[in-house]
C-alpha cells in the first residue's frame, strides 16, 4: 500500500512538472488544462518566425501556436478559444499564418488586446469573431518593414507591394476597416517618432472600424460564451 501511494506520489510529481514545462514553453495554461470549455491562447511579445530570436527578447513561437490551434479544433470539448494579444509584431509570414488559423477555426473566437497590436499584431486581432482592446492599449499600423540585406530592384519593391497588399486584403476582409483608411493610417508622417504610420489607442481602434469594442477581460469572456451558446442552439 506504500509502495502503490509512493508510485502514486511520483507520477504525480512528474505530471505537475510536465505541466510546468508546458506552461513555461507555451506561454499559456491551455496545454496544462486540455478539456476546458474555453482555452486561452496567449501572444506575448515578439512574433517568432523561421529567425530565432535574441535570447533576452520576450517572443511568441509560430510553430508552438499553430499545434495548439490545431489541437482546440480537433478537441470536442473546447467550445471557444480567447486570443490575450500584448504584442509588438515581428515575423510578417508567421504572424499572417497564425491570423489565418484563428480565422479558419470553426469555434467561436474572440480577441482582446491589452497592451498592445502592434504590426503584424493587428491581423492577429481582427482574426477573431469579435475583437476587443483596453481603454490604454495601442495599436501601430504601419508598412511591412525589413532589416537586414536587401537588393534594391523592381523585384523586391513587388515583393513588399505584394506582401503589404495579402496583410492589408486580410485586415478588411477581417474587420470593418475600410481599404482607404487603411492606406491612411499607413502613410501618416507626423504620426510616429522616426516612422511612417498611425498609433490607435483604445477607442480610436473601435472609431475606424478595425476593433469592435473596447473592454476588458470579463467583456471578451461574456462575448465569447455569448457566441458559444449561440453556436450550440445552431447544432
Do not use: W
Not at 480567447?82 to 499564418?97: P, Y
Not at 469592435?212 to 462575448?223: F, Q, T
Amino acid at each position: 500500500m506504500n509502495d502503490k501511494k509512493k508510485i502514486d506520489k511520483e507520477e504525480e510529481i512528474k505530471e505537475n512538472k510536465e505541466k510546468m514545462k508546458a506552461v513555461k514553453e507555451f506561454g499559456n495554461t491551455s496545454m496544462a488544462s486540455p478539456n476546458e470549455k474555453i482555452q486561452v491562447l496567449s501572444i506575448i511579445g515578439q512574433i517568432e518566425g523561421h529567425m530565432v530570436s535574441p535570447p533576452q527578447t520576450k517572443a511568441t513561437k509560430y510553430e508552438h501556436i499553430i499545434p495548439q490551434l490545431i489541437a482546440m479544433e480537433q478537441n470536442d470539448e473546447v467550445e471557444g478559444v480567447l486570443i490575450v494579444l500584448n504584442t509588438v509584431g515581428g515575423d510578417v509570414e508567421a504572424g499572417l499564418a497564425i491570423s489565418e488559423m484563428i480565422n479558419s477555426i470553426s469555434k467561436p473566437t474572440v480577441s482582446i488586446v491589452i497592451g498592445g497590436g502592434h504590426s503584424i499584431g493587428v491581423p492577429l486581432a481582427t482574426s477573431s469573431d469579435y475583437s476587443f482592446i483596453t481603454p490604454s492599449a495601442t495599436m501601430i499600423i504601419h508598412p511591412v518593414r525589413m532589416n537586414g540585406f536587401i537588393i534594391g530592384v523592381d523585384q523586391t519593391f513587388q515583393y513588399f507591394k505584394k506582401m503589404q497588399e495579402r496583410i492589408d486584403d486580410f485586415i478588411v476582409r477581417t474587420s470593418s476597416v475600410s481599404h482607404e483608411d487603411l492606406h491612411n493610417f499607413m502613410m501618416q508622417t507626423d504620426a510616429l517618432l522616426n516612422d511612417v504610420g498611425t498609433m490607435l489607442i483604445g477607442k480610436d481602434a473601435v472609431d475606424c472600424g478595425l476593433i469592435n469594442e473596447v473592454g476588458g477581460i470579463s467583456n471578451a469572456l461574456a462575448k465569447l460564451n455569448s457566441l458559444i451558446e449561440k453556436s450550440n442552439r445552431k447544432e
